[in-house]
T-cell receptor, first 114, second 111 residues
Framework: DTAVSQTPKYLVTQMGNDKSIKCEQN?????MYWYKQDSKKFLKIMFS???????INETVPNRFSPKSPDKAHLNLHINSLELGDSAVYFC?????????????FGEGSWLTVV | QKEVEQNSGPLSVPEGAIASLNCTYS??????FFWYRQYSGKSPELIMS????GDKEDGRFTAQLNKASQYVSLLIRDSQPSDSATYLC???????????FGAGTRLFVKA
C-alpha cells in the first residue's frame, strides 16, 4: 500500500491552462504539505495543512490554490500555468505540523509547461 | 545566510570509502535535524533524524550534530555504488510548523 499517493505522475500542458494534482495519504497523519522542487533540486515548501486547516502559505502566487476536503487528502489546483511553473511537485505528510518530525513524500508529479 | 546550507557537490568517493556530507544551519532552524536521500527521479526518503548533540549511528550511517557550531553531518561508511544519490539536510524551523531543506549534496560512489 502506498503511504502517500499523488496523481498524475506526469503532466505536460500548455501555458495558460489550468491543472490539478491530487494527493491522498493513508498514514493517519494530521498534516499534509505541497513542496516544489525546481531543476536545481531545491525543495521548497508551498503549503501546509493541519487537520484541513491551512497553516503555511509560503508566498506562493495566488494562481496556486490548495484544497483539503479532509485530513487524508490535499489537492493542488494551478490556474493560468506559466513556463516557470515547470517543476516536480511533491505531496507529503507528517504526524503533526511542528516541522520537527519525519516527512513522508509521495512519488512526485512532474509538471512541464510548454 | 541561508537557513540550511549544503555544498552541492558532486562529492565523488571510491567504493568502500567513507563519504562525509556536511550541513550548516542558521538561528532560524533548531530542535530537530534530518538527512533524506533522493535517488534521481524519485522522492526523498528519510535516512536518519537527530535531535541531540553528539553522534547517532544506524548501520553504515552516522549522523553528527553540533548545536554550538550549528553543524550537522552524515557519514556513510563502506560506501556502495547504490549510495549514489542526492542527500538533503533538513531542520525544523525555530518558529515551528515547517521543515527547511538544504539544496542537497550529490554523492557519486565509484565502483
Amino acid at each position: 500500500d502506498t503511504a502517500v499517493s499523488q496523481t498524475p505522475k506526469y503532466l505536460v500542458t500548455q501555458m495558460g491552462n489550468d491543472k490539478s494534482i491530487k494527493c491522498e495519504q493513508n498514514l493517519g497523519h494530521d498534516t499534509m504539505y505541497w513542496y516544489k522542487q525546481d531543476s536545481k533540486k531545491f525543495l521548497k515548501i508551498m503549503f501546509s495543512y493541519n487537520n484541513k486547516e491551512l497553516i503555511i502559505n509560503e508566498t506562493v502566487p495566488n494562481r496556486f490554490s490548495p484544497k483539503s476536503p479532509d485530513k487524508a487528502h490535499l489537492n493542488l489546483h494551478i490556474n493560468s500555468l506559466e513556463l516557470g511553473d515547470s517543476a516536480v511537485y511533491f505531496c507529503a505528510s507528517s504526524q503533526d505540523g511542528t516541522g520537527w518530525v519525519t516527512i513522508y513524500f509521495g512519488e512526485g508529479s512532474w509538471l512541464t509547461v510548454v | 545566510q541561508k537557513e540550511v546550507e549544503q555544498n552541492s557537490g558532486p562529492l565523488s568517493v571510491p567504493e568502500g570509502a567513507i563519504a562525509s556530507l556536511n550541513c550548516t544551519y542558521s538561528d532560524r532552524v533548531s530542535q530537530s535535524f534530518f538527512w533524506y536521500r533522493q535517488y534521481s527521479g524519485k522522492s526523498p526518503e528519510l535516512i536518519m533524524s537527530i535531535y541531540s548533540n553528539g553522534d547517532k549511528e544506524d548501520g553504515r550511517f552516522t549522523a553528527q550534530l553540533n548545536k554550538a557550531s550549528q553543524y550537522v553531518s552524515l557519514l556513510i561508511r563502506d560506501s556502495q555504488p547504490s549510495d549514489s544519490a542526492t542527500y538533503l539536510c533538513a531542520g525544523g524551523h525555530t518558529g515551528g510548523f515547517k521543515t527547511i531543506f538544504g539544496a542537497g549534496t550529490r554523492l557519486f560512489v565509484k565502483a
